[in-house]
């Protein structure tokens, strides 16, 4: 496809569980980007990359949370010990060049965590 | 935390009517964008606009920007139903900061 693709679309986990949600990026794009949307806000910069470079973790809210872009290509996003206060949509973009381009986002993963 | 605010929170309007959103920012930025979200379409980029712009036009969208007074408004021309959805401006520092959006309606 020609867009940026994520999976699963849907995740329901457990307390204290651990999850992996996927993002492949557009071919050839450079920056990828980590979102967390909260219901009825906008999206929250987690993390992100330039080829396989994490340069930005800021965002990140714990130690939890960990991203990786090993080849450049395909990125995980793995939530440790999921907390209900996880739930949320998230979000991966990516962009031609460092992101000062628009960024094309994907569908997202809505987390649930009970 | 968020740093750009939109107004209004919520834009109720008739199918053919103009609607304009406002955004205002804090901290100096490289470009300000802005973003269409809707359920069937996900986070769609709409415009981008450098800081060296004043307005920037795309169709039936124009875009202004007053890095004077860190603002930014969004007109959309002759609505249509299908342009419901949120929209959020995001500015772009070194990262890209999304404010909490304006939920459009546009009533047919």
């Known amino acids: 496809g020609a867009g940026v693709s994520q999976s699963p679309r849907y995740k329901v986990a457990k307390r204290g569980q651990d999850v992996a949600l996927r993002c492949d990026p557009i071919?050839?794009?450079?920056?990828l980007f980590w979102y967390q949307q909260a219901l009825g806000q906008g999206p929250e910069f987690l993390t992100y990359?330039?080829?396989?470079?994490?340069?930005?973790k800021s965002g990140l809210p714990s130690d939890r949370f960990f991203a990786e872009r090993p080849e450049g290509s395909v990125s995980t996003l793995k939530i440790q010990r999921t907390q209900q206060e996880d739930s949320a949509v998230y979000l991966c973009a990516s962009s031609v060049l460092r992101g000062l381009y628009e960024q094309y986002f994907g569908p997202g993963t809505r987390l649930t965590v009970t | 935390s968020q740093q750009g605010e939109e107004d209004p929170q919520a834009l109720s309007i008739q199918e053919g009517e103009n609607a304009t959103m406002n955004c205002s920012y804090k901290t100096s930025i490289n470009n300000l964008q802005w973003y269409r979200q809707n359920s069937g379409r996900g986070l769609v980029h709409l415009i981008l606009i450098r800081s060296n712009e004043r307005e920037k036009h795309s169709g039936r969208l124009r875009v202004t920007l007053d890095t004077s007074k860190k603002s930014s408004s969004l007109l959309i021309t002759a609505s249509r139903a299908a342009d419901t959805a949120s929209y959020f401006c995001a500015r772009h520092g070194n990262k890209l900061v999304f404010g909490a959006g304006t939920i459009l309606r546009v009533k047919s």
């Open positions: 071919s050839g794009h450079v920056s």
């Open positions: 990359f330039q080829n396989e470079a994490q340069l930005d």
